[in-house]
């Protein structure tokens, strides 16, 4: 999100974390696997997650930082997995990747809309990011009823090879949630999906609990 432009979260607290996590292979859109951790005080980690296993010591090692977890990982060798990113910024550099996360994020608020208009669903929050959360309410059913039919409307929605989409748990209700990472989504993609659930979610009888 510091890359976007329109969508900024500079402003956010993140200057605040003692460490913060991304995942480059999706809006960086670098192959798997490519995790990262930023962290303020590299020292914290080493205390909590170091190894130093007595054949792996060097006694004339002042500096006591040869055999780190967080380094050198469990297989006690540095890969090059930051070449992978390098390669994603080379080839679109920092303001493309930043248009692609702005065009992701229009994507989800886009599709936030749609379920806020439609009285038959509700969406759990107005998305900072890609993500979102959406659930289909029916007060004829169960919580039992409703958690069934979010899975199987998502699995009929995955088996059809058109979308990919998951569910969730929030505050004791099950949600179906979408996060377009992928610079060809365009809203048309979003719009398609959500009559897509619409006519799954209102198609499927309710299951026995």
Known sequence: MLLARKWQMRDHGLELADSITIDPHKWFHAPLDAGAVLVKDQSLLTAAFGIKPSYLTDELDQSNERYQYYVHGFEQSRRFRSLKVWM?????GARQIGDWIDNNVQQARHFHALAQAHPDFEPASDPPMSAICIRFKDPALTDLQSKKLHAEVAQRIEQSGSFWIS???????????????????????????????????HGMPPSQP
């Open 167 to 201: 569910t969730t748990e929030l505050k004791g209700k099950t949600w179906f949630r979408i996060s377009p990472v992928n610079f060809r989504t365009r809203e048309k993609h979003m719009e398609d999906l959500f009559a897509l659930l619409v006519q799954e979610c």
């Open 88 to 92: 994603s910024f080379k080839r679109y």
